[in-house]
């Protein structure tokens, strides 16, 4: 019997399954993640374009807060479909001048989508942005889950106690299980949802020529929490290249998808750069 052709494969698609460990993709993002198969990603981090925040054309794509809404209702749907069952999808908010576009963003992705978190990225040094109010340091990341069961390991990123503290704790004769509290102890407290992580600063080693860099800490915190080594992990804006550093150092697959041709030009740069270093 004859073989039936295998329908054409659309442009760019990526089904999960490619040999190569990473892949940028210099279009837009929407479009792409059309494109990709359902179901096929681990991982998604997502750091958008804020909404007029910035003096960047692509800051500045929409007439209005509801057409900024309304493309980023689809591109977060998209990624959902893209997620697979247990996946997560963390997605950056903005910071200073309007928040509040942010928070109607969030109410109506909690309002369709499961909600899984909502991490407070103190950045420890403030955006001197307002004169009327407090001055914005933190940035919000609210996680959406496609399943009640998302893959998440809360070891993966424990921070050390001091010795000081452990001493304390152990004088605490609560605890029934004293080998398990001293083994706790030892593998360090669990990470909160408040991340107090310096912002990149001009003269950081790290800088790269993107606005809005983000440190490899920051994003290293979510690969090793939410996927594991060999998982496919998307990001659908990503500048500088930041979340492909990570996945790469960490042994994930990742896929990258950036609109700028100087922002891929500087991604790839930093990736040749790990290499090579
Ligand atoms: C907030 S920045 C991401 C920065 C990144 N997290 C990093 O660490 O470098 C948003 C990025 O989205 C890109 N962008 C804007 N609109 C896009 C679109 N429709 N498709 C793909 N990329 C887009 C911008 O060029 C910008 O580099």
Request: aromatic share 10%; glycine share 6%; with cysteine.
């Amino acid at each position: 019997m004859k073989k039936k052709p295998s329908p054409p494969r659309p442009r760019n698609c990526y089904t999960g399954d490619e040999t190569k460990p990473g892949r940028i993709i210099c279009g837009d993002a929407l479009i792409e993640l059309q494109q990709m198969a359902s179901g096929s990603v681990q991982l998604v981090i997502a750091d958008p374009p804020y909404f007029q925040v910035l003096d960047h054309a692509w800051d500045q794509q929409w007439p209005d807060a509801e057409a900024y809404l309304d493309w980023s209702m689809t591109w977060l749907g998209e990624a959902m479909r893209v997620l697979c069952a247990n996946g997560l999808i963390y997605c950056f908010g903005q910071l200073g001048k309007r928040e509040h576009t942010f928070l109607h963003l969030m109410a109506a992705a909690t309002h369709r989508w499961q909600f899984h978190d909502l991490i407070t990225w103190d950045r420890v040094v403030g955006y001197n942005e307002r004169r009327d109010s407090f001055t914005p340091a933190t940035e919000l990341i609210l996680v959406l889950r496609k399943s009640a069961k998302p893959k998440f390991n809360k070891s993966a990123v424990r921070e050390p106690y001091d010795a000081a503290t452990i001493k304390e704790y152990l004088r605490d004769k609560r605890y029934q299980d004293q080998a398990a509290r001293r083994r706790h102890l030892a593998a360090g407290k669990f990470a909160t949802n408040l991340w107090r992580i310096p912002s990149l600063k001009g003269r950081s080693g790290e800088k790269c020529g993107h606005p809005t860099q983000k440190p490899l800490k920051l994003i290293e915190r979510i690969v090793l929490t939410s996927s594991d080594p060999g998982d496919l992990v998307l990001d659908p804006f990503l500048g500088s290249g930041t979340t492909a550093m990570v996945a790469k150092q960490h042994g994930r697959r990742w896929l990258g998808i950036e609109m700028e041709p100087a922002y891929v030009k500087i991604a790839r740069q930093r990736l040749k750069a790990k290499i090579n270093g």
